[in-house]
């Protein structure tokens, strides 16, 4: 059944963006005891550069002398990170513990 335009213009006035639903979304952090960790390194595989592009939630950056950093607070636990390293043994990813990590208001 096809939507007339009438349709698609209602529908894309009360679309919602991604960025709007994931404001919703609450992380509670394990404080000391993060899930994700980024194996030590002099230089970045392309993989960790990578990551500071890609990841949904912006978790990756990389500091001022070159390595690639994580900060797991606001972590989506969405895997891409465990997708592009998970063979090259770059991260070490880990389910947080009971409780703790992203709490999503939308599923």
């Given at each position: 059944?096809a939507?007339?335009?009438l349709?698609?213009?209602?529908?894309?006035?009360?679309?919602?963006?991604?960025?709007e639903?994931?404001f919703?979304?609450?992380?509670?952090?394990?404080?000391?005891?993060?899930?994700?960790?980024?194996?030590?390194?002099d230089?970045?595989?392309?993989?960790?550069?990578?990551?500071?592009?890609?990841?949904?939630?912006?978790?990756y950056s990389?500091?001022?002398?070159g390595?690639?950093?994580?900060?797991?607070?606001?972590?989506?636990?969405?895997?891409?990170?465990?997708?592009l390293?998970?063979?090259s043994?770059d991260?070490?990813w880990?389910?947080?513990?009971?409780?703790?990590?992203?709490?999503?208001?939308?599923?």
């Amino acid at each position: 059944m096809a939507m007339t335009k009438l349709e698609m213009g209602a529908a894309a006035q009360t679309a919602v963006k991604v960025e709007e639903k994931l404001f919703y979304n609450r992380y509670l952090v394990d404080a000391g005891r993060p899930h994700i960790t980024v194996r030590p390194h002099d230089t970045p595989s392309a993989a960790l550069l990578a990551l500071t592009r890609i990841c949904p939630a912006g978790c990756y950056s990389q500091a001022d002398g070159g390595q690639v950093e994580i900060a797991s607070d606001g972590c989506m636990e969405c895997g891409t990170c465990r997708v592009l390293c998970g063979e090259s043994g770059d991260i070490e990813w880990n389910y947080p513990r009971g409780g703790f990590g992203v709490l999503y208001k939308f599923g």
